[in-house]
């Protein structure tokens, strides 16, 4: 059953992200997705995600689909104009990746080509309003296409630290919602109890939910993103969790897989994110029990 199928059998859909070589050594790439290949449902594959020049993420994405696999890839504006995204586009349906999650890239200030010039030609709500053009048969220019492509497109939220933005972020997703997204991801999830209240106001947007669940490595990592990131609300009492632990990193992978217990109960899905260490993915769906 395809990803998008199972979002709308209501169905709890285990997606993983993993980024592509920065190179064309594909060996860890294609050895990773192997690994966990009949545990999850797709790979997430973003393009150049924190503005590290990347093998591009339609290409990982055909890389995926050979494995067996079904395939996510990022898609934005930050480094191609209109035709080149329309371009892209029609290249991943013909090329059997049909799942979109249209994003917002990250500022170049952070990459490692800081003199890359953005683009910007189109943002999120301009991409998803291509891509609804581009199913119906045509292209932003308003000429026929020889041919219809299908896709399956979900959207992201961007972090919030309180009640006010995460309005503001609803209020966004119901304007991409209407542009033509069919499901939500959120940010990483740390605070479960803060989740299901986020969820009982989300529950209006009338599309699946899929959260983020984020493996941290080490107790440098999570006090990072608790200084850094106050809207992912990590508390004082599982960075001590992590500290106290014989085996930090293995700690790091048992909350992850708890976090997906629990959040079984009340999302649609996970979106699991090991930022480098996929090696561990099949630790993960171990200690979540899938």
Known sequence: MTIQKRL??????????????????????????????????????????????????????????QQGLEAVIHVYGRDRNRMALQGDLLAAHVLGIQNLIVVHG????????????????????????AIRSLRDGKDLAGFDLDGQPEFNVGCRLAPFADEAAMNSELDLAKEKIAAGAS???????????????????????????????????????ARYIATNEPGAHISEELIRRIRKSQDREMEGVKIAGETISQLRKTAQGVLIQAMGWEHRLSAILDAAGI
Do not use: C, W, Y
């Open 106 to 129: 990250d500022d170049m200030a952070n990459s490692d080509h800081r003199m890359a010039v953005s683009v910007d030609d189109l943002d999120e709500l301009g991409l998803l309003a």
């Open 8 to 65: 709308q059998s209501k169905e709890f859909v285990v997606l993983a992200e993993m980024n592509t070589p920065k190179g064309v050594d594909i060996s860890r790439f294609v050895t990773d997705a192997r690994r966990i290949k009949g545990r999850i449902d797709g790979i997430v594959v973003p393009d150049m995600d924190n503005g590290v020049m990347r093998m591009s993420a339609l290409a990982g994405g055909v890389l995926v689909q």
């Open 183 to 221: 499901f939500i991801v959120t940010p990483p999830v740390f605070d479960i109890n803060r989740f299901q209240n986020f969820m009982q106001k989300a529950s209006i947007l009338g599309v699946p939910v899929i959260p983020m669940v984020f493996l941290i490595k080490s107790v440098a990592v």
